[in-house]
């Protein structure tokens, strides 16, 4: 069974169908590849598998599970994590606690509890940071641990927000244009984190970008998006050299 | 009978709120701050009238035109030195600030023109019209109010609609940085949409006074804080939404007055308004921007 | 001490020699500031006056009068104030709202109270050592409620009160429980609140609706002055009852006294009435403050010279603690009989109330006028 | 590790607020039992710590929920009355010390109540629409309270809102709420002491909420409401349970008022929007998010016109200018940028508090 | 056209630059290239007056504007595209662009400029009345180009013109920005696509943390070693 099951996704704006008949099925495992040309539909099919819009048609299962238009948090519970394009930390907060606020759901101890600092608090607290660094760490981010997020630079703030969906220990990570603002080299740097995190905590990863040398470096397969409708399907190579792609979406 | 003479107080009262609304949600829509210290504008620009006219004896239009400028420039004044200093800092200590003028005014007031409640002359002369044999009346308060009102609705959303500084203006509100790189002086942008707002301020205070004749230090404040809650009713922001959100607001009021319990009719009110946000959460005409995420 | 430092301007410089310390406590900023601005400027008044003719039993006055913004919590603290330069008697407050608070005070500390115009029992109830120049609301609504019965004004009575003001649904309270005892029927009863003083149309027009032929108002001038202004605009002209808050009606700035025209009132001043006490005090009130003074500052004023006679007869000097000044005035005040601006023959049983004859005025031709 | 010292600073700043207010709170008792404090100051002491409740109640709002709520003063007011109709129909029932303890816990329960109750509607709003609505609940509440009379004779208890006379109580009858006259003779049991321990407790819970799990969620829902979602936080519920606590300590704060003067009623200038506003004044001119401040702003501000007095009638108008220079001193960035220049921070004003800092 | 001599720029305590100088000629495209937070944004800030520096000057054809006003300077004919877009998201895709010709008064300039945009970006014709907060990141991006070329400026300054655009539309934008260049126009460009900006550049400046580390013609830069490692990802 697949992890991730979308049949006859459709979602429309007003007039605009803004995805249409949008299947997709990811594998336990796989990294895969959401690609397509400006405004072709590829945040708004992550903001349907996130619970953030309300898709018109169609069906979502996680792991079996029906997901659709359940809610944002809810669906969170259930395994899907993401970033978003536009960079969206707790900017206010320390780089660990915006990881902490990611670990919310993993450590439980009541408000009162937290107010009248019982013993239990401590304890879990004490975990929590152990957590919280440990993901840091992945990122080469635990020495920035008690700066705001905001005061981060561009690069570390996209990996933040990374480290912050992977402490809420999902299934399925979606990440929308990781790399977006990044130079050839901190790309770089950034596919080899992205594949040694599918490692180390065994997610599932489905992403979107505009940069080629990415995709085509780790994505095993593929989805096409233009104009809300699914252009093509199937491995990175395969895609990649389809005529059609080429033309609505790569160039040359 | 009953119901059509409270529904025309209703408007009566409602359309003073409308004008003192839009003033409100003028300065609000564009520079995004709450001008608590609009309703003592309202009030300073009613002592002008009443000097103008019942000291000096001038017309009543030469009062409302002289008590328009005095306004505009103490809008201007006001911006300038307990506002703009704080352009970049959160709208919180913008509106804390307001309220410091507010008081500001309030205390001056009280040293100039004294603590005595003054009567105030109307400057509509008109007596109004007579309906239903004598049944039925409209003031000239009224009806004057309330065409003033709608010219004013008409004329503001002419003006950001189509002239250089309404556009302006809209920018100025959606991202003022952005604003600045289109070449819009903000600074300027602002201080007009507050000579503009307080101007609006003269004329409401004209005519509040003229419907309900006693003007003292304290006039503004109650009905600032009334208008602004047809502001949000409304939608804030919302040209149209000032109108209607006034008199709406004046309506309901006179309505729980007058059948349900004039002890609880504030109350009434009140609740109409957070049912009414409850709905439409952002006011009657306010349009609700979802954001894309 | 350093008299001048903590008073509010108003007091006399009396450099260190010995003088009786009265306070005074009132609203002179805020919404009700006309009201105590006018009860200041009375005690001022009197104050210099008494100091000319050489002071009570051969002491000066220092007066001391501070802000309450007619707020219960800032009264109290005016009040610690006053008790901090070293007040003996206390004659205030103004409003009735924070004397329930002061009152609870001065009877603790055994402070001397004379209020001249908060007219609430919620001030004097409980309290031995607090008293009124003003009539008390009871006082009020009961003796309005009479006299309209007894003349005949009316036989269907509309209310209109304040229902957030102690002062005014005090009134409303009593009066309504008298008119039930003596059978005058009410046939409407409406209120406003602080928040929505300006429109008294839906009032009166029920009031209207409801028939009634007069209108028992007993609220202040200022609302009073536009509910005169909005009845006449509809056309509505019932016989207007106000009681003492309205005093002052014809003296607010370019006020249509036509309107005014036929109000009762019950008020126990009248500026310009004939006599030489009156005519002394409302010029120089109006040379030295400008505006006519209204029924708060003759109560006032009248205040300061109860508290001199009270003083003298007792035979006190300002060496007394407050507390001994405080003991001895209970006992006297209530044998004191005092002739004044607001009343002949006033005096005062234990309850702190006065007793003195209430005057209905009727306005005649923009003036009082006495009915009897 | 970072971790600890970042931890241990907000913490010291609590310590350091609560050694300040230990120290002052010795000083004002020392001075009160030698006689050497004036009447005024006395009578200031229990109101100002019950403004700084109110205030840190709000702050909690205003600086980490992020949400504007122009009707605090009504949770004030509930605290308040609830507390001294309480205290006033058992006092004859009940000791001294159990009542008053009970009356805490039942004026800050009835405002955590309202809290609770008005926020499910209110938090569903956002920005000036959900600051509306709060005054708008602030307004209602003290308008019920002006129409509520409820008196007790021989025959038991009667309520009405419409006027004392149709309770239809015996003449032994006493009136426990008179509309607008509100309670009168409310046991003054609140102390200097009481005030004091019950500000610590205060700081204490606000500090411990925000640094806990539940407070930092509440930090993130403001920072970022659907990046707060998608990390899987009940939005709904943390932002109810800010709110709540945020009115139980402004009903506290109540109590506390109530339970030191007299006479009682709700009038706009201590219950209403006036005093809402006030409130609010506290909150910014202290430090969005600053608890500490909170507490300085709101003992600054209450003295600042006390002790204006000797101005007369220039008083409030005095007031509000300073109240617009402090504003633009602390806020205008020229001004903020002119004071990191000549070392005038906060900061160094204050000793050794911080503006921002993460907590 | 443009100078820019010692500039120096801080935030609080941070200096984000440390007193760079460099000029634009006339008619020349530059390409400013650096790693993340190396100030390349400050830069363009600093130029169009959204930021004052701590010291320095910036000369627009000798005009010091060091001092002027932001808004000001757009008159003077300079147009910024900023980072993150900045478009308003309340308005309309058309408002938007009018927004940009608000310094113009010419109906039929205004006019042509509109023609020009949407000849560039065919897809901002389609969506003209759609607001702008609705469009998708590269929508966006391609509304905020087209409402600085409204103003039909002199000098164009770009941060990071091609972020979030598929890679059809990065070549799009490449050709668009030579094509500006061609009718006259000045080009200030911020990329991280050093190697795609080189390529339409004259000349290139390189920042690192504050500083210009290097500068000179594009071509040789293209072929400089560590260039290629550190920024062109060979
Ligand atoms: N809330 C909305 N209202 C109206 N239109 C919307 C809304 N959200 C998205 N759209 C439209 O739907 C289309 C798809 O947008 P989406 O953001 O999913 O594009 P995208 O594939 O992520 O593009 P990009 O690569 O540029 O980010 C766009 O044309 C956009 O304008
Ligand atoms: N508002 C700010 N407050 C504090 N520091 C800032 C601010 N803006 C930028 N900085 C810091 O200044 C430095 C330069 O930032 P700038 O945004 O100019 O870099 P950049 O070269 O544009 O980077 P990027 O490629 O990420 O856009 C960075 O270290 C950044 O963290
Ligand atoms: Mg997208
Ligand atoms: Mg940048």
């Known amino acids: ?252 | 009978m009953g119901f059509l003479t409270y529904l025309i107080n209703g408007l009566s009262l409602g359309s003073v709120y409308a004008i003192i609304a839009l003033g409100y949600t003028m300065v609000y829509g564009i520079a995004k701050m709450l001008n608590f210290a609009h309703g003592d504008v309202i009030m300073i620009g009613a002592y002008v009238v009443f000097m103008c006219m019942a000291n000096s004896g001038m017309p009543a239009v030469l009062s409302i035109v002289i008590s328009i400028v005095c306004c505009t420039a103490l809008g201007m004044i006001i911006e300038k030195i307990a506002y703009k200093p704080l352009r970049k800092a959160t709208n919180l200590a913008v509106l804390i600030t307001a309220i410091g003028v507010s008081y500001f005014l309030q205390n001056m007031a009280l040293m100039l023109f004294g603590s005595n409640p003054v009567s105030f002359t109307s400057v509509i002369k008109w007596q109004g019209i007579s309906l239903a044999g004598g049944a039925l009346k409209i003031t000239g308060n009224a009806i004057i109010t309330i065409i003033t009102c709608v010219v004013i609705m008409i004329v503001l959303m002419w003006f950001v609609k189509n002239t250089k500084p309404g556009q302006a203006m809209r920018a100025v509100s959606e991202d003022k940085e952005a604003a600045i790189l289109m070449g819009i002086n903000v600074n300027a942008t602002i201080s007009l949409t507050f000579a503009i707002g307080s101007g609006l301020a003269a004329i409401a205070g004209a005519l509040l006074c003229s419907s309900y004749p006693s003007l003292t230090p304290y006039t503004g404040s109650m009905p600032g804080i009334k208008a602004f809650t047809a502001a949000v009713f409304g939608g804030i922001g919302s040209i149209p939404g000032a109108l209607i959100g006034g008199l709406l607001l004046g309506i309901i009021e006179i309505l729980a007055k007058a059948y349900i319990s004039s002890q609880l009719a504030d109350a009434i009110v009140f609740a109409v308004l957070i049912i009414v946000l409850l709905v439409k959460p952002t006011g009657i005409l306010g349009k609700q921007i979802k954001e894309k995420v | 001490g350093s008299d001048k430092a903590a008073t509010g301007g108003e007091s006399v410089d009396t450099s260190g020699e010995l003088t009786w310390r009265i306070g005074g406590i009132g609203p002179i900023t805020g919404g009700a500031a006309q009201y105590g601005q006018g009860v200041m400027n009375a005690i001022q008044l009197a104050v210099d006056e008494v100091n000319e003719a050489g002071g009570i039993n051969g002491y000066n006055i220092s007066f001391n009068f501070q802000d309450d913004e007619a707020d219960q919590q800032k009264s109290v603290n005016a009040y610690n104030t006053l008790k901090d330069w070293g007040m003996q008697i206390l004659e205030g407050t103004v409003t009735s709202g924070a004397g329930q608070a002061v009152s609870a005070e001065t009877y603790a500390d055994r402070m001397f109270m004379l209020t001249p115009s908060a007219s609430s029992t919620d001030v004097t109830s409980g309290h031995d050592n607090v008293f009124q120049v003003c009539f008390s609301d009871p006082n009020q609504g009961k003796v309005s409620a009479d006299y309209i019965k007894d003349n005949e004004l009316a036989t269907k009575v509309g209310v209109i009160y304040d229902s957030s003001d102690p002062y005014s649904s005090g009134v409303y309270q009593t009066f309504a429980a008298e008119a039930q005892a003596i059978g005058l029927e009410i046939v409407a009863t409406e209120a406003f609140t602080a928040d929505s003083k300006t429109d008294f149309t839906t009032q009166l027009q029920k009031c209207k609706d409801a028939e009634a032929d007069l209108l028992f108002l007993p609220f202040y001038y200022t609302e009073g002055s536009i509910v005169l202004t909005q009845a006449n605009q509809m056309g509505y002209a019932p016989v207007m009852f106000g009681v003492d808050g309205f005093d002052g009606l014809l003296s607010v700035e370019n006020f249509d006294v036509s309107l005014a025209e036929g109000v009762y009132l019950l008020t126990p001043f009248a500026a310009d009435a004939e006599d030489e006490a009156t005519k002394n005090f409302v010029s120089k009130y109006e040379e030295q403050f400008g505006g006519t003074p209204n029924q708060f500052a003759a109560d006032a004023y009248d205040g300061v010279y109860i508290l001199k006679k009270a003083l003298e007869s007792a035979g006190l000097t300002p060496e007394a603690s407050a507390e001994e000044i405080c003991e001895a005035l209970i006992a006297e005040i209530q044998k004191v009989s005092y002739d004044g601006l607001t009343g002949e023959g006033m005096s005062w049983n234990d309850k702190g109330e006065v007793s003195k004859a209430p005057k209905a005025v009727i306005i005649k031709d923009g003036a009082y006028a006495s009915v009897d | ?359 | ?234």
């Not at chain 1, 993401?82 to 993993?106: A, E, P």
């Not at chain 5, 998201?89 to 400029?113: C, F, H, Q």
């Not at chain 5, 023609?115 to 590269?138: C, D, H, I, M, W």
């Not at chain 5, 500083?211 to 293209?222: R, Y």
């Open chain 5, 1 to 234: 056209m443009l100078e820019v001599k010692d500039l120096i720029v801080n935030y609080g305590v941070i200096q984000a630059l440390k007193g760079i100088s460099f000029e634009v000629n006339e008619g020349e495209v530059i390409a400013l290239i650096g790693a993340n937070g190396a100030g390349k944004t400050t830069t363009l800030q600093t130029i169009s007056g959204m930021l004052q520096p701590t010291s320095g000057q910036v000369l627009l054809e000798g005009v010091d504007i060091t001092k002027i006003p932001g808004h000001k300077i757009v008159s003077m004919g300079m147009a910024h595209v900023p980072e993150g877009r900045r478009v308003f998201p309340g308005l309309t895709v058309l408002e938007n662009l009018k927004m940009g010709a608000y310094t113009r008064s010419n109906k039929k300039e205004i006019a042509d400029a509109f023609e020009r945009v949407y000849e560039s970006f065919p897809r901002l014709k389609e969506r003209q009345n759609q607001l702008a907060g609705t469009l998708s990141g590269g929508e966006q991006q391609m509304l905020a180009m087209g409402r600085a070329l409204m103003s039909q400026p002199r000098i164009i300054l770009m941060d990071e013109p091609s972020m979030g655009l598929s890679p059809i539309y990065v070549e799009e934008i490449f050709n668009i920005i030579q094509e500006i260049s061609k009718a006259g126009t000045t080009v200030l460009l911020v990329e991280q696509n050093a190697k795609k900006a080189l390529a339409i550049a004259d000349r290139a400046y390189v920042l690192e943390t504050g500083n210009i580390v290097l500068s000179g013609d594009a071509k040789t830069l293209m072929n400089d070693d560590s260039i290629k490692k550190a920024y062109l990802g060979e």
């Open chain 4, 1 to 359: 590790m970072n971790l600890y010292k970042n931890l241990n600073k907000s913490t010291q700043k609590l310590l350091v607020t609560i050694g300040v207010i230990v120290v002052l709170y010795i000083v004002m008792s020392v001075m009160e039992s030698t006689g050497n404090l004036s009447s005024l100051m006395k009578g200031l002491l229990v109101p100002v710590c019950a403004y700084s409740l109110v205030a840190v109640g709000l702050n909690l709002c205003v600086g980490y929920l992020g949400e504007l709520s122009l009707g605090h003063a009504g949770f004030m007011c509930v605290g308040a009355f609830s507390s001294a109709f309480f205290s006033r129909v058992f006092q004859e029932t009940i000791p001294d010390v159990p009542r008053f303890i009970l009356a805490l816990v039942i004026g800050t329960a009835m405002a955590a109540l309202f809290g609770f109750l008005i926020a499910i509607p209110v938090l569903r709003l956002r920005g000036d629409y959900l600051a509306i609505v709060t005054l708008a609940f602030g307004e209602i509440i003290k308008n019920v309270i002006n129409v509520m009379y409820i008196g007790k004779d021989s025959k038991g208890v009667h309520f009405s809102i419409k006027d004392q006379l149709s309770l239809g109580m015996d003449i032994d009858g006493k009136m426990l709420i008179n509309g607008p006259q509100g309670i009168t003779g409310t046991p003054r049991q609140s102390t200097f002491t009481i005030a004091v321990l019950l500000l610590i407790l205060a700081l204490v819970v606000t500090h411990n909420f925000v640094n806990s799990r539940t407070g930092r969620a509440v930090k993130a829902i403001r920072d970022n409401q659907i990046a707060a979602e998608t990390v899987g936080l009940p939005v709904t519920k943390y932002k109810l349970v800010a709110f709540t606590i945020s009115a139980a300590i402004a009903g506290l704060g109540g109590v506390l008022y109530a339970h030191n003067i007299n006479s009682l009623t709700a009038t706009t200038n201590n219950f209403g929007y006036n005093m809402s506003i006030m409130i609010l004044v506290y909150v910014v001119l202290g430090g969005i998010g600053n608890f500490s401040g909170s507490v300085i702003a709101a003992v600054v501000l209450t003295m600042l016109p006390e002790l204006l007095r000797g101005l007369s009638t220039y008083r409030m108008l005095i007031y509000s200018i300073v109240l617009i220079v402090l504003m633009l001193f602390n806020w205008a960035p020229a001004i903020l940028k002119w004071r990191d220049d000549h070392g005038l921070t906060t900061a160094a004003i204050l000793g050794k508090f911080k503006k921002k800092e993460v907590q």
């Open chain 1, 1 to 252: 069974m697949s992890l991730l099951e979308v049949t006859n996704l459709g979602i429309s704006f007003g007039g605009l169908r803004a995805v249409d008949e949008f299947n997709l099925s990811i594998e336990q495992g796989e990294l895969y590849g959401l690609i397509g040309p400006n405004g072709a539909g590829k945040t708004t099919v992550f903001n349907m598998l996130t619970g953030i819009y309300k898709p018109t048609d169609g069906m979502i299962y996680l792991d079996g599970k029906n997901v659709t238009g359940k809610k944002t948090a809810d669906i969170n519970k259930a395994g899907v994590a993401r970033t978003f394009q536009n960079i969206r930390l707790f900017g206010d907060q320390s780089v660990l606690d915006n990881v902490k606020i990611g670990l919310h759901n993993s450590f439980e101890y009541g408000t009162a509890t937290g107010i009248f600092r019982l013993p239990k608090y401590f304890a879990t607290e004490k975990e929590m940071d152990k957590k919280a660094l440990e993901i840091l760490s992945v990122f080469g981010l635990d020495s920035s641990a008690d700066i705001l997020a905001s005061n981060l630079p561009y690069g570390k703030q996209r990996e933040l927000e990374i480290a912050r969906a992977l402490a809420t220990n999902p299934k399925l990570l979606l990440l929308d244009e990781p790399a977006a603002g990044m130079n050839p080299n901190e790309t770089r740097d950034l596919m080899n984190t992205i594949a040694l995190i599918r490692k180390e905590f065994g997610v599932t990863i489905l992403l979107i970008e505009h940069d080629m040398k990415l995709v085509s470096g780790i994505c095993e397969k593929l989805t096409v998006l233009n104009f809300g409708r699914v252009l093509a399907q199937g491995k990175t190579s395969d895609v990649l050299n389809d005529p059609e792609v080429i033309k609505a979406y790569l160039g040359e």
